[in-house]
């Protein structure tokens, strides 16, 4: 049986007015369109006692997307209240991620009516989600105490990986609930802090940014131009969203623009996308082409440079790797496969989030959600490894690079500043690889230009070991997308941060050949892991190479950093996991020492009955080994450890790779063992 909250109850008056249902019944036709996967949604209904076991089923039965989509609409008016629908809204809002077409809808909801609190709480949202810090909880028990929240909502909040994702669930929850949950939530934080409630009533909280959103069909030409506005990308809350673009992925986006508007002319709308396969849909597949050819060059270790491909070619690339989000590739994917002016136009919104999310502004490193108090870590950035060195600053400079470049908007002008970018990366790659004719090609063809630069990046000296195979890749993408033939403003605009990409890759550094990789970070007492960020190095300081990273937590806390480094020295890959970690049961330990007596180890930590030792003489892990496989004692590696004990919510560390060996000290805020 279904939840009583989503019962049609015969005391609901027909007569009333149903805002969140008529906000839905309103955005039928979009919600249908949008919905392919109903799986995720299905899923967080069933988990809320949204639907009958019968629905679920019902819904599944349907035979396509579309009248999946409808049946369970059709669910949602039939047998659901208005409290129901609003926590319907709130299940989708839950699974926005899985449906990109719906994130600036579910933004949007000035067609729900809404009291004046929940004006005031949906204004000041974002500000609060920053501001409520350690309240956050004790507001929610407050509003748990009286009955504002239910227990599987208030673990819903406590569950939540940082205190800011906290607090943005507690406060959907307050919204979903309406007029009366948001004046408790007032109420409550007026008791918990009453600097914070003094600084609303006075107004001291600004209200929040306008966010992307789409209110007609007639709007739908402005999305693209909303994207490349990276004040308007940084107003939607929360941490998945909140990420400024970098240059390049604002250069992207305006590109991706450049297809939106071929998409949204007349003659290509008024054909259905189909019998206008010709001119439009060629260079629409194009752009979105060298879009995908350049999130390759992102997030694949070794690329794939193959002309040529279709765009399903190159989403299916993209697969191989974990980065990006499984669910908008599906979304993009069906999307193309469908074609049609309708399709193509929805899979921009799907695109435009991938590059969003592929080119932050800050290059900080991506926690994992927890499992068991472990934050998996990689990089917002992938860093390839190599035994180039870069060259001095003057010599760059001598070969020209970006420097007098300037982009001419006359589209007229295009071939020659083509023409011009690819002779200047001719000449930079000139000085990585000796030996080439620049000089003689100035007065040459386009052709015999970019068939030469193509020759030289075939060299070895270009191989993956050698040179970072991004930057080779996305030198080969100037060569494959010719702005001149495609008369494409925008893509001559990439094709010169590439040119001053390169020569800012070419810059001397220690980064180039060392990498300090943090693998993750193990979590104790139910503290919170929030951010961590490079924040130093690779410097070299007296034959060793130093990082720092900064690490916050929501509170002060204690934690194990896994960490490995990789890099290259005399032209020959090493990777670096010592002094080595394991972990053992303390009765192993105890048993252990009783047969050694010294065993040499170093106790990182006990904790649920285990007990990390990390090595702390030359052979002691060889005869760990031997002795833990005589007595068939399980032994599990963890790598290279460190202990880390802060005072503050903030701490520093410095990690230092020395002749074979990783060792950790204390910048700020902190104890390192």
Known sequence: MMDSLARNTSSENPGMRQPVKAHLLASQELLVESLYNLAPLLDCALACG?????????????????NRA??????????????????????????????????????????????????????QCSELCARLGHSVLPVSLALFSAGTVTQFELDQVQSATTLYQQAQKLLTICLSKGESACMAFYSALDREDE?????????????????????????????????????IATAETGPESGAQLSERGCLLLKLLQEADALLHRRDFLQAGGHACFGEHKDMVETIFCFLLWDCMAQILEVPTSEPGRTVLGYVAELRVSEVVDVYLLQELEECLREGGAEALGQSVRALAQILR??????????????????????????????????????????AGGSSGVVFDPDVHSLPRQYREVCLRVLRLLERVCPGGSSVELQNAAEATITQHLKFTLSQEVFNIEVFDAGVRHRLLGILEFSPGQLGLQSLMQLHLETLSGLE????????????????????????QLCYVERTRGPVAIDHSMEVVFHFVTSEPASFLVRICCCGYERGHRFEVHNPR???????????????????????LTEHGGSVWV?????????????????????????GCCFKVTSCRSECEIKFIYRNGQISASTVTNCDVL
């Open 50 to 66: 949204l639907l009958s076991q019968d629905n679920y089923h019902e819904v599944k039965a349907e035979k396509t997307p579309p």
């Open 70 to 123: 409808r049946k369970l609409l059709e669910v949602v008016h039939a047998q659901m209240d208005e409290g129901g629908a609003s926590c319907f809204l709130e299940c989708l809002k839950r699974c926005k991620h899985h449906y990109p077409r719906l994130r600036s809808w579910l933004c949007h909801d000035a067609a729900i009516q809404r009291g004046p609190t929940e004006h005031r709480l949906q204004a």
């Open 195 to 231: 600097n914070l409630a003094d600084e609303i009533r006075t107004g001291g909280l600004p209200e929040a940014l306008p966010v992307l959103s789409v209110e007609s069909e007639s709007d739908a030409q402005n999305v693209a131009i909303a994207l490349v506005d990276t004040s």
């Open 357 to 398: 999310d592929l080119n932050p502004l800050q290059d900080c490193l991506h926690l994992s959600a927890p499992q068991e108090g472990i934050y998996s870590c990689r990089p917002s950035q992938l860093h390839r490894v190599t035994s180039f060195h870069g060259l001095p600053a003057r010599v760059i400079r001598k």
């Open 504 to 527: 800012r890759y070419l810059q001397q550094g220690e980064h180039h050949s060392f990498q300090m990789v943090l693998e993750s970070v193990r979590m104790f007492g139910g503290v």
């Open 581 to 603: 970690c394991v972990c053992l049961s303390q009765l192993d330990w105890a048993s252990l020492k009783d047969m050694q007596g010294d065993t040499d180890g170093i106790v």
């Open 614 to 638: 990390r090595e702390g003489s030359v052979g002691w892990m060889d005869k760990l080994q031997a002795v833990m496989q005589t007595n068939s004692w399980p032994l599990n590696d963890q």
